[in-house]
């Protein structure tokens, strides 16, 4: 089995994120079968209104703004990638991770279970959650495979610090 590593943008993606959630990163860069890099972790407040305006988050209350959560893409021939089947293979490195450091983890591949509570693998995992939602009347699930964070239950968080760069 190959051996990974965290590189340099990835440990910079890294800082201000909550010592838990960057044990499990650097845990389950050990742990995976598919290389991974850490495509986003704290955000400004600015940045997370362009991903909710694009589309590209549901929430302005994101745990990025808190140093809670982060986006993990895959990495294929040298190119950062986002296909499904390598982010489930992450998000089981993440699982295995965050058991063995007994930290819980949320993933948006299934937003209303822990990744770390199910013994599921992901894809299913995400099936499931896509039923779930289509059985309370949703016609479409909002599936967010490349992140993952702590959960709010056990990890609140202060709100975000307001910088010139965040008020608006």
């Keep these: 089995m190959p051996t990974y590593h965290l590189g340099a943008k990835s440990q910079a993606e890294l800082q201000g994120i909550h010592p838990d959630l ?3 990163v650097e845990r389950a860069i050990q742990l995976t079968t598919q290389d991974f890099s850490v495509h986003d972790g704290l955000r400004t407040l600015d940045e997370q209104k362009r991903y909710f305006a694009s589309g590209a988050s549901k929430t302005l209350d994101s745990r990025h703004l808190t140093g809670h959560a982060v986006d993990l893409a895959a990495y294929i021939n040298g190119r950062v ?7 489930c293979n992450i998000a089981e490195a993440m699982r295995m991770a ?3 450091l007994k930290v819980p983890i949320r993933w948006g591949g299934c937003w209303d279970e822990l990744l770390t509570d199910s013994d599921a ?3 299913e995992m995400i099936h499931a959650y896509q039923a779930r939602r289509a059985a309370q009347g949703q016609l479409h699930a909002f599936i967010d495979a490349p ?3 702590l959960p709010r239950t056990e990890y ?5 610090i307001a910088t010139p760069a965040t008020i608006t």
């Design 81 to 87: 990638r986002w296909e499904i089947i390598p982010l």
């Design 147 to 149: 992140h993952f964070e």
């Design 98 to 100: 965050a058991r063995e």
């Design 121 to 123: 693998p992901p894809e």
């Design 22 to 24: 960057v044990k499990v």
């Design 156 to 160: 609140p968080a202060p709100a975000p």
